[in-house]
């Protein structure tokens, strides 16, 4: 009787010890997977801002004049405004959702591309291009958080993310003259990062 009851005490520590292993196991070989939307649609979505956040002006376009008919880009980015949600919606009535954000965003939330292209072609096309001139074209990033609960769906909270540009600079500076004092900060930035290059 004895031996049977350490025998079975002795099985049990096993099956504890085999089973506490296989879960470690299991968790530390997981890979995170991505979260999905529980519901086919997002009834009445509520939508709730939760701020902004933004970021320093960066160099989009840069373009040198070495002639009056020679130029060369030394920077030319391509930048686009852009929608991340947590956890990834399966919603067939996005496009509704996406208006119910529009409505409390101060900017309408698009992925798109970000149109300084013709701006830029524009100034340069219509100023003097003597060799030594300085051609840039600077934005900032910009960052909208909201929080969208759907009626249907009200134990969850679904986070979205919309990137994108604002606050566009461009000018033209003379990489053989100083700059003026009272130039702006990007004029002078562009001034101290590209004018030496060739």
């Known amino acids: 009787m004895k031996r049977n009851a350490l025998a079975a005490f002795a099985l049990g520590l096993v099956l504890v010890i085999t089973s506490c292993t296989n879960q470690g196991n299991s ?5 995170a997977e991505p979260r999905l ?26 373009d040198k004049f070495y002639d009056q008919d020679m130029s060369k880009t030394l920077l030319d980015k391509k930048v686009t405004s852009s929608i991340q949600w947590d956890p990834q919606p399966e919603w067939d009535n996005r496009d509704e959702v996406l208006k119910a954000v529009d409505e409390v965003s101060p900017d309408p939330v698009k992925a798109q591309s970000f149109p300084f292209a013709e701006s830029i ?3 340069l096309e219509n100023s003097d291009q003597s060799p030594g001139f300085l051609g840039y074209y600077a ?6 958080e909201f929080s969208v609960q759907c009626q249907n769906d009200q ?34 930035e562009a001034y101290g ?4 290059e060739s």
């Open 37 to 62: 939307a529980t519901v086919a649609s997002c009834d009445r979505p509520y939508v709730v801002s939760d701020g902004e956040s933004i970021g320093k002006p960066e160099f989009i376009r840069v």
């Open 193 to 196: 990062a590209y004018c030496q």
């Open 139 to 144: 934005a900032t990033p910009l960052t909208y």
């Open 121 to 123: 072609e524009s100034m």
């Open 155 to 188: 134990d969850n909270w679904y986070q979205l993310s919309f990137s994108t540009w604002t606050d566009s600079d461009l000018g033209i500076i003379d990489c053989n003259l100083k700059l003026d004092k009272d130039a702006p900060k990007v004029a002078n």
């Open 27 to 31: 968790q530390s070989g997981e890979t």
